[in-house]
C-alpha cells in the first residue's frame, strides 16, 4: 500500500527534532504541523514575517492581520515575533531556520530541486521558495513519486527550471523516504508492501537500498 | 516641525502621476495601503509600475488596477492567487519581473540604505541567474542584485505619529517599513494618527526619517483571502 498524503505528512513530521525552527510551505507541507509529536516542540517561521505561528484560530479568534505565507488565518503562540520581510529573509539565507519542508515537482539525486514552474503551464512565481531552499539548514521535500502519466518525479537530472541546486536532503513520496546521495538515492525506507522493485521502476535515477 | 500630516488620501497623493513606479506594502491582501489603491483606482492613473510581492490577490486589493489596465509594469515574487495577473501576462499584455521573495526584500532596502546591491546565494544556478554578475566569496557562489527604487511608496500602518514614526501590527508589517525607505516619497496610510511623544522611542519599527506624508484611514476593509479556522475541542 502506498502511503496517503496524510500519512506523507505523519512520516514528514517525525523527521522534526525538539526544539527545530522549522519553515512549512505551502499545502501537504503546512499539515505536518498536525502531527508533530507531543513530545517535540517546534517554532514554526512564516516567512511574511512570523516566528512562534501557532495553529488555526477559533471562529472567535479570527484576526485578519495574522497570516501564513499560504495567506490562511493564523494564530500567534506565547514567545512569538513579528517582523519586516528583510529580516525574514535574513533568518532563512542567514542559516538560522533549521529544517524546510517544501512541496516538489522534481527532485535530482544531486539534490537539484523544481518546484517553481511549469514553462507554458504553471506560472505561479517563485515567492520564498528559492531562498529557503538555498538557505534553510536541511531541505525535505513532500512530492508525488511520478506525475500523472507515470513519469518519475525522483530523476537523474532535472527536466525542469531549477529552484535551487543541491539543497534536497530528503524527498518523501507515497512509496517511501528517499536521500539525494549524488548520483543516485538511497531508499531509507519503503511504504508497507511496496516492493523494491516498484520504486526502482518508478524512479528515474539509480536508486540503493537499505 | 515639518508639516507631514495630510488630511485626505488626495492630499498624500499629490503629485502621484501616470507613468510613475510605485511600491506598494502588503503580502497578499495583509497590510495593504487600501485607501491609498482606491484612491489611484479612482483617479484613474495608468501605466503604472507596481513593486508589491503579490499585486493583489483574488480581483481585490491592487487587482482592482489589473483589471482597471492601470498597470503597465508588476516586479513582485508570487503570482499565484491572482488570476487577473496571470492572465493579463499569459496574454503578454503585461511585463513581469519576478524575484525571489528574499532578494525582492533586500533589493528595496538595499535601496533605502545607500548600497549599490548585495550578493545573495538565492537564486544560483536558476532563471535568475541570467545575465547577472556571479561571484565566489569564500568558497560559496553568489549572484549580484541591485537596489530598487520607487517615486511614491505606499504604506499602511497600525500607528503612526505626526513626524512619520510608525508601529505596525502583526504579519501586516511584511514589506511596508522597507519599502518606505526606498522612494522618493513615502506616503503612510496609520489606522491611527498620535501625537508626537506618544509612540515610545524603544516601540517605533520605522523611524519618521522615512516618511513624508501621513494620514489618518480608521476604516479598513482588511481582507481576508483564506479563512482558515479550527473547531473548539
Known amino acids: 500500500m502506498t502511503w496517503s498524503r496524510e500519512e506523507i505528512a505523519r512520516r514528514a513530521a517525525r523527521e522534526l527534532a525538539d526544539g527545530d525552527v522549522a519553515n512549512l510551505g505551502i499545502g501537504l507541507p503546512t499539515e505536518v504541523a498536525n502531527y508533530v509529536p507531543p513530545d517535540v516542540s517546534v517554532v514554526l517561521h512564516s516567512e511574511n514575517g512570523l516566528l512562534g505561528m501557532g495553529p488555526f484560530p477559533f471562529e ?76 534553510a539548514r536541511r ?32 524527498v518523501l513520496t507515497e512509496l517511501g523516504v528517499f536521500d539525494c546521495a549524488g548520483d543516485h538515492f538511497v531508499c531509507v525506507e519503503r511504504a508497507t508492501g511496496v516492493s523494491e522493485e516498484e520504486v526502482a521502476r518508478s524512479t528515474g535515477a539509480r536508486v540503493v537500498f537499505r | 516641525m515639518k508639516q507631514k500630516v495630510r488630511a485626505s488620501v488626495d492630499e498624500a497623493l499629490e503629485g502621484l502621476a501616470s507613468g510613475m513606479s510605485i511600491m506598494s506594502g502588503g503580502f497578499g491582501l495583509c497590510g495593504n495601503a487600501e485607501q491609498c489603491i482606491k484612491a489611484i483606482a479612482r483617479k484613474g492613473l495608468n ?16 487587482a482592482v488596477l489589473l483589471k482597471g489596465r492601470q498597470i503597465r509594469k508588476v516586479v513582485c515574487s508570487f503570482i499565484g492567487g491572482n488570476p487577473d495577473l496571470q492572465e493579463q501576462y499569459l496574454a503578454g499584455e503585461i511585463e513581469v519581473e519576478l524575484n525571489p521573495q528574499g532578494t525582492l526584500a533586500e533589493r528595496i532596502r538595499a535601496a533605502g540604505s545607500g548600497l549599490g546591491g548585495f550578493y545573495t546565494p538565492t537564486g544560483v544556478g536558476t532563471v535568475v541567474a541570467e545575465g547577472k554578475e556571479t561571484r565566489e566569496i569564500d568558497g560559496v557562489r553568489y549572484l549580484l542584485e541591485k537596489p530598487l527604487r520607487a517615486d511614491f511608496a505606499i504604506v499602511r500602518a497600525a500607528v503612526a505619529d ?14 511596508n517599513p522597507l519599502m518606505a525607505m ?3 516619497v513615502t506616503v503612510v496610510e496609520a489606522d491611527r494618527l498620535v501625537e508626537v511623544g506618544e509612540l515610545d522611542p524603544d516601540d517605533v519599527h ?12 480608521p476604516e479598513h476593509d482588511n481582507l481576508i483571502e483564506h479563512r482558515t479556522t479550527r473547531a473548539r475541542p
Not at chain 1, 525542469?160 to 530528503?170: D, G, N, Q, S
Request: glycine letters at 12%; aromatic letters at 6%.
Open chain 1, 139 to 170: 531541505v525535505l521535500v513532500l512530492q508525488t513519486h511520478v506525475s500523472k502519466d507515470g513519469t518519475p518525479k525522483l530523476v537523474g537530472r532535472l527536466t525542469l527550471p531549477a529552484t535551487a541546486l543541491a539543497c534536497v536532503h530528503r
Open chain 2, 162 to 175: 505626526r513626524w512619520g514614526n510608525c508601529r505596525f501590527y502583526r504579519t501586516a508589517r511584511n514589506f
Open chain 2, 206 to 217: 520605522l523611524p519618521g526619517i522615512f516618511v513624508h506624508r501621513v494620514f489618518e484611514a
Open chain 1, 60 to 135: 472567535d479568534q479570527i484576526d485578519p492581520q495574522i497570516i501564513n505565507a499560504g495567506k490562511q488565518t493564523v494564530t500567534v503562540l506565547p514567545g512569538a515575533s513579528a517582523f519586516d520581510s528583510a529580516l525574514s529573509f535574513a533568518m532563512i539565507r542567514g542559516g538560522h531556520v533549521d529544517v524546510a519542508i517544501l512541496g516538489g515537482l522534481e527532485v535530482a539525486a544531486n539534490g537539484d530541486l523544481a518546484n517553481w514552474t511549469v514553462p507554458g503551464k504553471l506560472v505561479t512565481g517563485m515567492g520564498g521558495a528559492m531562498d529557503l531552499a538555498k538557505g
Open chain 2, 47 to 62: 501605466d503604472l509600475t507596481i513593486i508589491s510581492n503579490n499585486c493583489g490577490n483574488q480581483g481585490r486589493g491592487l
Open chain 2, 182 to 184: 526606498a522612494a522618493d
